[in-house]
Antibody
Framework: EVQLVESGGGLVQPGGSLRLSCAAS????????MSWIRQAPGKGLEWLAN????????YYVDSVKGRFTISRDNAKNSLYLQMSSLRAEDTAVYYC??????????????WGQGTPVTVSS | QSALTQPASVSGSPGQSITISCTGT?????????VSWYQQHPGKAPKFMIY???NRPSGVSNRFSGSKSGNTASLTISGLQAEDEADYYC??????????FGTGTKVTVL
C-alpha cells in the first residue's frame, strides 16, 4: 500500500524557516517525480514545486521561487521542502504527492494527509 | 501563471448528471492532454479521479468522465450520488514546465 506521511509543520514567525519532510513507502520512490502542493485555509489547491527522480531537476511556482527549496533522499525514501523567509500568506496545509506511471506521469496520484504550517507572530 | 477557471459551484439532484468546466489557455489546458481532476471532501486530502483528460485510474467509478475542447476541459459526473458532494479541482501541465490547479468547484447534491 502506498503511503506518504508529511511531518515538520507547525507555528513559525514571519521571516522564519521550516523544513517539511515526506516519508514514502509502498512504491519505488526513486523512480518517480514528486511534488509539494499546499492549500490555504478555505482556499483552493496551489502546486508549489516538483523534483525529478534523481534530484537533478526541479521546478517552482513563482510565488515560492527563491524562498523554498525542494529536495529528496532516495536512500531514505524521503522528500523535503525547505521553506525560508516565510510570510503570513504561506499559512496552509502542505501536501506531498507522487507522480507515478499510474497517473500517466503528469498528475498527482497519491497524496499524504498534509501537515499544517502557520506563519504568525 | 494564473489559476484555471472553474465555476464556484454546481448542483444537481440524485441521479442527474452535472458537468464542471475548467478553462485555461493554449499554454496549459489547450496545449497539452495533461489535464487531471481531483475530488476533495472536507478535512481530507484530495483524491485522484481523472488523468490525461479522460483516463480513470483503477478504482474510480465510471460515473466520472473527462473531456476537453480547445482551452476548456470538463468533468462530468453521471448518476449523481450523495457521496459525490465535495470540492473538485482540475489541474494542468503548462508550457513553463510547472503545474496549475483550477479555482475549485463545490458540488452540492440537492
Amino acid at each position: 500500500e502506498v503511503q506518504l506521511v508529511e511531518s515538520g509543520g507547525g507555528l513559525v514567525q514571519p521571516g522564519g524557516s521550516l523544513r517539511l519532510s515526506c516519508a514514502a513507502s509502498g512504491f519505488t520512490f526513486s523512480r518517480y517525480w514528486m511534488s509539494w502542493i499546499r492549500q490555504a485555509p478555505g482556499k483552493g489547491l496551489e502546486w508549489l514545486a516538483n523534483i525529478k527522480q534523481d534530484g537533478s531537476d526541479m521546478y517552482y511556482v513563482d510565488s515560492v521561487k527563491g524562498r523554498f527549496t525542494i529536495s529528496r533522499d532516495n536512500a531514505k525514501n524521503s522528500l523535503y521542502l525547505q521553506m525560508s523567509s516565510l510570510r503570513a500568506e504561506d499559512t496552509a496545509v502542505y501536501y506531498c504527492a507522487s507522480m507515478t506511471h499510474s497517473s500517466g506521469w503528469y498528475a498527482f496520484d497519491y497524496w499524504g494527509q498534509g501537515t499544517p504550517v502557520t506563519v504568525s507572530s | 501563471q494564473s489559476a484555471l477557471t472553474q465555476p464556484a459551484s454546481v448542483s444537481g439532484s440524485p441521479g442527474q448528471s452535472i458537468t464542471i468546466s475548467c478553462t485555461g489557455t493554449s499554454s496549459d489546458v489547450g496545449g497539452y492532454n495533461y489535464v487531471s481532476w481531483y475530488q476533495q471532501h472536507p478535512g481530507k486530502a484530495p483524491k485522484f479521479m481523472i488523468y490525461d483528460v479522460s483516463n480513470r485510474p483503477s478504482g474510480v467509478s465510471n460515473r466520472f468522465s473527462g473531456s476537453k475542447s480547445g482551452n476548456t476541459a470538463s468533468l462530468t459526473i453521471s448518476g449523481l450520488q450523495a457521496e459525490d458532494e465535495a470540492d473538485y479541482y482540475c489541474s494542468s501541465y503548462t508550457s513553463s514546465g510547472i503545474y496549475v490547479f483550477g479555482t475549485g468547484t463545490k458540488v452540492t447534491v440537492l
